[in-house]
């Protein structure tokens, strides 16, 4: 069975920590490009950062440039978010995703929430 399973997402004080994790089963995540997706109460889903299954390259969005960051665990079939500087306008529920080039999404994950208070 093709599964993601995203962990690691809470509460957390403005200005700190979270690290997500996903990982996935019944399929090779490596041959995809993963990425991080989240939707905030009220608004769309946008992407939040990429890495590309060809070369490594990497895409974050702009509003989260120098804070987050993206890597991989083949070994471990996995891929993480490590999110440093939160802010309130962080709040969301974070999916992980198998994407052919960071724009067609092969699968999601379930999400985690991640909620930053001032």
């Known amino acids: 069975e093709v599964q993601l399973v995203e962990s690691g997402g809470g509460l957390v004080q403005a200005g700190g920590s979270l690290r997500l994790s996903c990982t996935a089963f019944g399929f090779t995540f490596a041959d995809y490009a993963r990425g991080w997706y989240r939707q905030a109460p009220g608004k769309e889903r946008e992407g939040v950062s990429c890495?590309?299954?060809?070369?490594?390259?990497?895409y974050y969005a702009d509003s989260v440039k120098g804070r987050f960051t993206i890597s991989t665990d083949d070994a471990k079939n996995a891929v993480y978010l490590q999110m440093n500087s939160l802010k309130p306008e962080d709040t969301a529920v974070y999916y992980c995703?198998?994407?052919?080039?960071?724009?067609?999404?092969?699968?999601w994950g379930q999400g985690t929430p991640v909620t930053v208070s001032s």
């Open positions: 995703a198998a994407t052919t080039g960071c724009n067609v999404i092969n699968y």
């Open positions: 890495i590309s299954s060809r070369d490594n390259s990497t």
